[in-house]
Structures are given as C-alpha cells and as structure tokens.
C-alpha cells in the first residue's frame, strides 16, 4: 500500500545567505501561533484554567481576581493581581455575564500600519448584559436585586466552563458538576489568645460568650482577641468561602482564616492565612470573602479563625464555605 501523508501544515525553512522579507517572518510567527492554539485545544480544552473567581467588592462593584483561561480559538488569556469593575451603570434584577476576551492592536485583519513594529495583545474584562454578548469566556453571571445592588448570593458560576485537568481526564467542567458546596455555620465561640498579636504589646482581653453571640464590651472599651476551630466536614475537598456578621463595630475588626495542623514532611506546625482581612463597617455588617484557591490535606490539615477588635464589638455569625465529591450511589 502507497502511504497517504496527510499535510499539517507549512513553516519557513531558512538557509546561508537567503533574502529574508517580511512575510518569511509573518508565516514563522503564524506557524508556531498556530501550533500552541492547537495544542491548548486539544489536550486541554477552552474555558478557565485557574484562578478568575468574582467577588463581591461592594453593593454596586465586583472584584475579578488573578488567573488564566483559554478561549475557543486557543488563545490564552491571564492577569495578575486583580481587576475591580464598577456596575453603576446596570438597572435592578439584569443579569449580566462577566467575561475575560482577546483582543489585539492593531487588528492584524485590518492591515497594519507601516510604523507599527509589534502587535499588542490583551486580556480585556467584560461585564454585558446577560442576552447581549456570548464573546470571550464567561467568568461568572450576576443577578442585581431589586434596587440594582449586589447581594450575597448574586454570583454564579453555573455557565462557567472550565479546561480539562489532564490528558485523557474527566474535565474541570465534569468535576465541578460532581461537587457539591455546603455551608458551616455557627455562633462566633471563640477562646483567649495564648499570645499576643503581631506588632501587638499585650494579649488582648477575651470576649465574652453568650448564648448566641460574642461581645467585647469593655468599660474601657479596649477591644478583645480571641480564636476559634473550625469543623472539617468529612469527604471535603476544598474551603472557598468565609463569611461572618455581626451588628456592632465601632473599631477595626481584623480577621485571619487559618490552614493549620501538622506538615508530615517536614514535621513542623502549619499555618497558612487563606483569608486574611479587617471589617471597618460600624453599621450591622455581614461580609463574605473568597478564600485562595485551597485543596484540604484530610488527614493533616485543620482550620483556625483567628479575630482582633479594636472596640466595641459583637458577632453572631461565623460561616465557612466547603466543597466536596458528590457520588451517586
């Protein structure tokens, strides 16, 4: 039998003394462009590939914090740090759709000046009104309430795709569709610090414990310290979300959510800060925050909430927010 060879494509082969123009160059960056698009398609997929969680920053802005994603068409997509978005300009009950895109300047489709020597590329966040705009990689949607605000539960990640973990895997989409989240709840029941903060010259003055909250109501109105365990439900996988309430706060509260327990390896103590935050709301207050991306060690690791306010003070909610497997039987 003749062989059949299958073409896959052309690139540049250069010798000694060979005239190079423009278009040589062009069609050695198209082959290798084209080759990675390839490459992240087929082995891994499009959608997010870490990190691009949404956050709520206020009643009226989110927060899109660090990651990378690929498109459909391959192209990878990623920042640092994180992005703030400002949603003043959307009406109550839209639903909007946050979303991470391609872009490049300038558009080499469109021809290129002779002066330009480069190509810039971006990732360019997007938040739209949910039925205007499918382009990009959809991050998270968001529902507005009544009166145009953020509430805590308006972000979703239902329509999230998410790349393949490895070759010949389930995808991340798969998986995320097998977990299931839950919330711990409970009153805030903390104990005294055994030492005292960082920076700090004494232990601050414990809280004092009641049946369905804890206060630091001083007469010199010196604040209190104190730390709680919390709960690792079985066949966790993953810690996402802290959230905490209370409706006095006439300080400065600073909060601290700990991995900790034992490092096998090294022998030594763990302590790892996944949320590490101050509340400064004086009004009644109820704040959720994102954890770092955190895998649970379940033989090893243990959670601590670690908290420090600076005057007076009451809390009646703590919550964490788990994730784990969920098996069909």
Known sequence: MKPIQIPLGK???YSHGQLLLEGDFRDEQTYHVEARRRHNLNLYGWGVVRGLTVSRQSDKAIRIHEGVAIDKEGRELFFEGHQDVDLDEFESNEELRVALKYEESPDPGRGTAPS??????YAVVSVSRRAEDNSGVTLATIRLDGQGRLSQTAIDYTDTHYVKIAPGSITATELHETLRKGWWRSPFRPIPLAEEPKGEAKIPRPFRVGATEARAQHPEHEGAAGTMAIPIPPGVT????????????????KLKLNISGWVPGKTKHELTPIVDEEITTHA???ETYDTKITVLDPEYQTLSLWLWGTGRISISL?????EFVYEER
């Open 11 to 13: 690139r540049p082969h």
């Open 116 to 121: 330009h020597t480069r190509v810039d590329c």
């Open 238 to 253: 993953r810690v996402t979300r802290l959230r905490i309430g209370g409706y006095e706060n006439e300080g400065t509260i």
């Open 284 to 286: 009644p207050f109820l």
């Open 318 to 322: 703590v919550a964490v927010e788990f």
